[in-house]
């Protein structure tokens, strides 16, 4: 290390004929500090390196925890409600019963609602464990598995541990990621594992898991079709063309019968109900594509005004530049941004207290880490670069947007209990267990 500082010293002063002892001592130190900072950055990487696994397990387990503690005080503190929490448990609760339609107390079956198959396969868990709690729980572990998932996927692809390390930790910390899981509950949070273990399925060729993937993620709501159907050119380019093209017809064809075999076989005017947000474009998915084909000035005008625009710019930051890296995955984010901004609620594309966009913060994480790579490969110090600001940003946004204590939104005395909760426990107890109840707690307002 010593040498290495003198050959730099030995340098300078063959380019500099005026010298001093002080220079010399100067020259020293300054070339001595600087090998011994990186010489401590190597070390401490190393270190980083072989305890990879247990921090990113730890900090998985740790943020798990703390986001369910926080769903509790929410729940005990009655700030959850009958959409959706309630109708959820409601709905899967009627299969456990064996009623099939899954009705709930204002509809004969909320599959007219939307297509949650997904109940079906949580219902046998849901038996176990037959609480509110279990949804509550179900949230935070969906984060934490999928951060874990993230690592791995990111480790497979750079085979550096410490970055993907930093990956991982920045999805549990994404207040985006966050609002999916603390915004009551909804089934939505269950896509983000689901994404991410598709894609790692897909690198190991592990392709019967990856379509137990894509056909859960196809039951978890309408939507996601049109998602499976993005992601499928790069499945195609990156790693099998014939899975890549099933995974295509086989979310199409999906889509279409959940459309026109179950919806408007139960009622059209409930379907209508179900895509009530884009009735400015049409009242079925045929009438909103040949509205945006065949009238783009409707679409942009939705799309350049300034709250749309604020919407976007806040996704592109969250990613950062480093997504760009995999335009084709990219892609698959498409349809849900393109669904959310269209809204004309304008519900959708609010950038807090919302859920819908956990699922292309799942998308732009994974590309973010496939960007890396590429940028790795071809400019190695942009992608330093890049990394940096992914970081940057990562803190930045959490500090400022989580929907946690610890961010500038919330503090603790917003998770306060200000009722009398013993109240409550007499009126349940009141209550037979067979009962079917549903009680609303913003009623008036």
């Not at 099939?100 to 509809?107: A, F, G, K």
């Not at 009735?279 to 799309?303: C, R, S």
Request: include cysteine.
């Amino acid at each position: 290390m010593f040498s290495v500082a003198w050959n730099m010293f030995a340098l300078e002063l063959h380019l500099s004929k005026e010298w001093t002892w002080s220079r010399i001592a100067k020259l020293c130190t300054e070339h001595v500090v600087q090998e011994n900072i990186r010489h401590y950055c190597r070390r401490t990487m190393r270190v980083i390196d072989s305890y990879a696994m247990v921090l990113m397990l730890t900090a998985a387990i740790a943020m798990t925890a703390y986001l369910f503690f926080l769903q509790h005080l929410d729940h005990v503190g009655l700030r959850t409600q009958y959409n959706d929490l309630g109708f959820v448990e409601q709905a899967v609760w009627q299969v456990t019963q064996g009623n099939w339609l899954m009705p709930i107390s204002w509809i004969s079956s909320c599959l007219i609602i939307h297509t949650n198959f997904i109940f079906y396969v949580l219902a046998p868990f849901y038996s176990l464990w037959k609480s509110p709690y279990f949804f509550l729980v179900l949230g935070p572990l969906s984060i934490g598995v999928g951060a874990v998932i993230l690592f791995f996927l990111a480790k497979k692809l750079t085979k550096n541990s410490s970055i993907s390390l930093l990956f991982a930790v920045a999805l549990l910390v994404n207040p985006l990621a966050q609002e999916t899981v603390l915004f009551d509950f909804h089934i939505h949070v269950l896509s983000i594992p689901l994404i991410i273990a598709a894609l790692l399925a897909m690198e190991y060729r592990k392709w019967r898991w990856y379509w137990l993937c894509i056909i859960l993620l196809l039951t978890i709501k309408e939507d996601v079709p049109l998602l499976a159907m993005a992601l499928s050119p790069f499945v195609m380019m990156r790693a099998s063309w014939r899975q890549g093209i099933a995974t295509f017809l086989v979310a199409c064809v999906y889509f279409i019968s959940i459309f026109y075999f179950i919806k408007l076989g139960f009622s059209e005017d409930l379907a209508v109900h179900v895509i009530h947000r884009f009735q400015h474009l049409g009242t079925t998915p045929y009438e909103i594509a040949g509205t945006l084909l065949t009238k783009p000035e409707v679409m942009f005008d939705i799309l350049l005004r300034t709250e749309k625009i604020s919407y976007v710019s806040y996704l592109l930051l969250q990613g950062g530049p480093l997504a760009f890296g995999s335009p084709l995955l990219l892609l698959a984010a498409v349809p849900n941004v393109m669904q959310n901004l269209l809204d004309q609620t304008g519900f959708q594309s609010r950038i807090a207290g919302v859920y819908y966009t956990g699922i292309i913060i799942a998308v732009l994480y994974a590309a973010s880490v496939y960007g890396y790579v590429c940028f790795r490969r071809k400019w190695k110090k942009v992608s330093t670069v890049l990394l940096g600001y992914f970081c940057i940003q990562a803190i930045f946004f959490t500090y400022i947007f989580s929907p946690t204590p610890y961010g500038l939104l919330l503090k603790w005395n917003d998770f306060k209990r200000v009722h009398d909760a013993q109240a409550f426990h007499r009126i349940r107890a009141e209550i037979p267990d067979d009962a079917v109840l549903a009680v609303q707690n913003n009623l008036g307002a």
